[in-house]
């Protein structure tokens, strides 16, 4: 597809879904993405194995039509996911925060503000974080976010815009966003960092749902080197219209020996973290990339 055809593409399309009404978006969307996930097979099969890993419990393999009712509900929330984004810049404040809340672990947020040395929320592909991101900035606390860079330069200008007008501060993945996130950990902000797949291939190898996988180390590597609090989070979709997050109390991230060893140490402090959390939910763990040897 032409480059100015595709930009006008997602345009449209991010139109469209932001003047929709609420949960026509939602309902028109999923239907196509579970419609799409059953033509994908490489997509299909990704998550599949994606979703076995976080049903698995003791190494005891799920029930495989379990996991196909896992995979179904997956590509539904997939869609879900993309019609809720595109109405973020569309929607109040007032019904941002009427329909999120922090259901778990606000008290850890708080804490790390008043120490005054930043904060670093490491977040999986989970439900919607930017509802999250977007309800932080209505509590005064604000978020910056590091973003692979989309080509043509154009679209990406034009989804860093839609970000930032929800309170999301967009940078691109680039030499310079370390940067730009130790000055932001220095003002006492907050840094959030999708952290479940290793885009750059530079990540550190620890161990996630019982294999050992990459992880990145931006967040490991950022609280040793400045102090910040780190801790987890994810965000949450549904019941209905609602979205909730849960935030894990502080991972521990202390020098105690050599740089390589302490970052892989939290690393993996940050892995175990992210796992309760998809746990949690694992339809809603939008990863549709290989994360594990089939």
């Not at 006008?8 to 991010?14: P, R, S």
């Not at 503000?113 to 977007?134: F, N, Q, V």
């Not at 609602?242 to 390589?260: D, K, N, S, Y």
Request: some cysteine.
């Amino acid at each position: 597809m032409a480059t100015k055809a595709r930009v006008a593409l997602y345009k449209t399309l991010g139109t469209v879904l932001e003047r929709l009404p609420e949960r026509v978006d939602v309902a028109m969307v999923s239907r196509i993405a579970k419609t799409v996930g059953k033509r994908s097979h490489g997509a299909r099969a990704n998550l599949r194995l994606n979703i076995e890993h976080a049903l698995g419990v003791y190494g005891a393999a799920p029930d495989g039509q379990l996991v196909e009712r896992f995979v179904e509900r997956g590509f539904a929330s997939y869609g879900r996911y993309w019609a809720e984004g595109a109405k973020l810049p569309a929607l109040r404040k007032s019904t941002i925060t009427k329909h999120f809340q922090i259901a778990e672990g606000l008290e850890h947020l708080e804490d790390a503000k008043s120490r005054g040395k930043g904060i670093i929320i490491a977040l999986p592909h989970i439900g919607s974080w930017e509802w999250g991101g977007s309800f932080l900035d209505s509590i005064g606390l604000g978020m910056t976010a590091v973003a692979e860079e989309l080509e043509p330069a154009e679209l990406f200008a034009w989804f860093k815009a839609k970000r930032e007008s929800i309170g999301i501060r967009i940078e691109p993945l680039n030499d310079h966003a370390g940067t730009v996130l130790l000055h932001t950990l220095n003002d006492n902000g907050v840094v959030g960092l999708l952290c479940d797949r290793d885009l750059q291939e530079n990540g550190i190898e620890v161990e996630f749902f019982g294999e050992m996988v990459r992880i990145p180390a931006g967040p490991a590597t950022l609280a040793l080197r400045t102090g910040a609090t780190l801790v987890a989070a994810a965000c949450y979709s549904g019941p209905g219209r609602e979205h909730f997050a849960v935030v894990t109390p502080p991972i521990l991230a202390q020098r105690e020996g050599r740089l390589r060893e302490d970052v892989t140490r939290v690393t993996q402090g940050v892995a175990v973290a992210l796992e309760g959390l998809i746990r949690r939910a694992p339809e809603q763990w939008h990863v549709l990339q290989p994360r594990f040897a089939p």
